[in-house]
């Protein structure tokens, strides 16, 4: 099993920055696909961004430009630094890690709130 944490939400100003970090209970490099997910009140969760070891990594075309998904080697964490935030960025943002055995496993984090308000 493997445990996912997320850290680095809060409370940020319109066209403020902020950046979430994952840490996993495994190297996070060992992993099939590593990304970051979002679910707003009242909507359905969707992607942000996501790396592959077999695709291109993948943006939401709202966040395009503004967010970069990273892995850092040192620290063995996945980051989503988040610029030029925007009210409708609000969520609870999800970090998703998944591996390939017999099918895909994948493993969530509990999540980290991200507001944007003034």
């Known amino acids: 099993q493997v445990q996912v944490v997320e850290s680095g939400g809060g409370l940020v100003q319109p066209g403020g920055s902020l950046t979430l970090s994952c840490a996993t209970t495994?190297?996070?490099?060992?992993?099939?696909?590593v990304g970051w997910h979002r679910q707003a009140p009242g909507k359905q969760r969707e992607l942000v961004a996501r790396i592959s070891s077999v695709s291109p990594t993948k943006y939401a075309d709202s966040v395009k430009g503004r967010f970069t998904i990273s892995r850092d080697s040192a620290k063995s964490t996945l980051n989503l630094q988040m610029k030029s935030l925007k009210p409708e960025d609000t969520a609870v943002y999800y970090c998703?890690?998944?591996?390939?055995?017999?099918?895909?496993?994948?493993?969530w984090g509990n999540g980290a709130l991200v507001t944007v308000s003034s």
């Open positions: 998703n890690v998944a591996e390939i055995r017999a099918n895909v496993i994948n493993y």
């Open positions: 495994r190297n996070i490099f060992t992993f099939y696909a």
